[in-house]
């Protein structure tokens, strides 16, 4: 069984920096490209960055450029996402999820429970 854990989040000041991780279980780790998601509230899931399989190529929302990067350790089952130079406008609750390249469709139905992060300006 699958399972993707999310970690990291928490209350930090505008301009500020946090480290989010993702633990995956259940699955030959990689083989997969893994995207970081977040929904803020009152909207809609939004896609935040990925990374392929093998770490060789990432993606970025526009929003998110310069700012934040992803990474991942396949020998720990983990991808990272640090984010620095964090806005109100980030305050969401942060989730990964295995996806296909390079379009970043979310693969699993299914979407544990994420990490809240809150930034305050």
């Known amino acids: 069984q699958v399972q993707l854990v999310e970690t990291g989040g928490g209350l930090v000041q505008a301009g500020g920096s946090l480290r989010l991780s993702c633990a995956a279980s259940?699955?030959?780790?990689?083989?997969?490209?893994i995207g970081w998601f977040r929904q803020a509230p009152g909207k809609e899931r939004e896609f935040v960055a990925g990374?392929?399989?093998?770490?060789?190529?990432?993606k970025y929302a526009d929003s998110v450029k310069g700012r934040f990067t992803i990474s991942r350790d396949n020998a720990k089952n983990t991808v990272t996402l640090q984010m620095n130079s964090l806005k109100p406008e980030d305050t969401a609750v942060y989730y990964c999820?295995?996806?296909?390249?390079?379009?970043?469709?979310?693969?699993?139905?299914?979407w544990g429970q994420g990490t809240q992060v809150t930034v305050s300006s």
């Open positions: 990374i392929s399989n093998l770490g060789y190529s990432t």
């Open positions: 999820n295995q996806v296909l390249f390079p379009t970043m469709t979310p693969i699993n139905d299914y």
């Open positions: 259940g699955l030959i780790f990689s083989n997969y490209h």
